[in-house]
């Protein structure tokens, strides 16, 4: 058995063990001192990371407060153009318009036919001379027939046969296109302007408010289908009708169409924050958009008993051609708002039977109109959330 004694007290053994010691020493240095210095560089990248992750969390939490649109997530912010317009832009040089000049802040648009070429170039006359932007829809396909007229360069002429104005509104005027009209005109073509002057229109709806308007119509020489659209002549603007016989009296305990808040499609104006909502509420899938009007006051911006209203001192004619369905050659404004008012068939070619599809025009809005109110109904009960302001 080796005695530890004797083998320390060789010199040479410890010598031996003593240099031993002093490396294992240097060597455990080291390895705690690197470890020192790791477990400081380890802690310094978890602090890193650290920050990074918060910096992460929190842009995450910007990016979802400013409701970036659905498709853009990958682009930067400041790339992004929301809306768009309708002007027209050259292929070379400056733009079209006078740089001074002040951009069109309203916009007419209408669904036409050839056949009312010589009523809508009357009403594009009188827009035009107000600074509008016009727009037409052409239903009938035959936009060159409009191109002697001396604005037809300067209007924005969309061709797609046999639909209605509702139609193209839907495919041609969303919100984020017409953002920066002050004001929708969605038009009928047989209309008559001899009394209407749109910047006055447009001062009166400003001043009182009107988020949803039209024209009144001249009780007289119109069409009138709904009495509260009929012109009162010693009122300015009028939100309400009243009847006391009859059923479906209205009186000044009424709330609701047709007796308040309502206009008829024919003729209606929409502010651009009200036509966001409206654009919203016309279905894909039904072109003559009956039943809509009933609705509209849920797009008044606050209450359709103030927002919502009748322009009496701008007042219009409804000649109530029939249009879409039926084929009739053209016999001037007088010839035709004559005929019709006398319940004739002098639209049609004469010696030739009056070929018409209108029968089966007006039962397809009917169809619509029934679909309308049944998708309202179930979207109400289905909607847990939302609450009927009326």
């Not at 797609?160 to 969605?186: G, S």
Request: with cysteine; proline share 5%.
């Amino acid at each position: 058995m080796i005695n530890p004694v004797s083998v320390l007290s060789d010199p040479k053994n410890r010598s031996f063990y003593c240099s031993l010691f002093i490396v294992v020493s240097l060597i455990f240095g080291a390895y705690f001192i690197g470890s020192a210095s790791i477990a400081k560089e380890y802690k310094e990248k978890l602090t890193r990371w650290k920050v990074i992750y918060n910096m992460q969390n929190t842009n995450l939490g910007t990016c979802k407060k400013q409701c970036q649109p659905s498709g853009t997530e990958a682009l930067p912010e400041g790339i992004v153009v929301k809306t768009s317009d309708l002007e027209m832009r050259p292929l070379w040089g400056s733009s079209m318009k006078n740089k001074n000049s002040t951009p069109s802040m309203s916009l007419l648009a209408i669904a036409v036919g050839i056949k009312q070429k010589e009523i809508v170039d009357k009403i594009v006359r009188k827009f035009l001379s107000s600074d509008f932007v016009v727009m037409l829809f052409h239903y009938d396909g035959a936009v060159d027939k409009w191109r002697d007229l001396p604005w037809s360069d300067t209007a924005i002429h969309v061709s797609v046969m046999n639909q209605t104005k509702w139609w193209f509104a839907k495919r041609f005027l969303h919100p984020d296109i017409v953002t920066e009209y002050k004001y929708i005109f969605l038009w009928d073509e047989d209309l008559g302007v001899e009394n209407f002057d749109p910047e006055r229109y447009l001062s009166i709806i400003r001043e009182e408010g009107l988020e949803i308007s039209q024209p009144a119509l001249d009780p007289v020489k119109s069409e009138v289908y709904h009495p509260i659209t009929a012109r009162a002549k010693k009122s300015k603007v009028h939100r309400r009708f009243y009847k006391f016989k009859g059923s479906g009296r209205c009186d000044d305990q009424s709330s609701g169409p047709p007796c308040i808040g309502w206009v008829e499609m024919m003729a209606p104006v929409f502010s651009s924050a009200a036509w966001q909502c409206v654009w919203y509420m016309i279905q894909n899938d039904l072109i003559h958009a009956w039943g809509l009007d009933v609705q509209l006051g849920y797009c008044a911006q606050g209450d359709r008993m103030k927002n919502v209203g009748v322009v009496d001192s701008e007042y219009i004619v409804h000649l109530g051609l029939p249009t879409l369905g039926v084929a009739d050659d053209n016999k001037g404004i007088n010839g035709m708002a004559h005929s019709h008012k006398e319940g004739s068939k002098a639209l049609a070619p004469s010696g030739l039977p009056q070929a018409s599809n209108r029968a089966k025009v007006r039962m397809q809005s009917f169809i619509d109109m029934r679909i309308f109110k049944e998708r309202w109904r179930n979207a109400v009960k289905e909607d847990k959330c939302w609450v009927d302001p009326y």
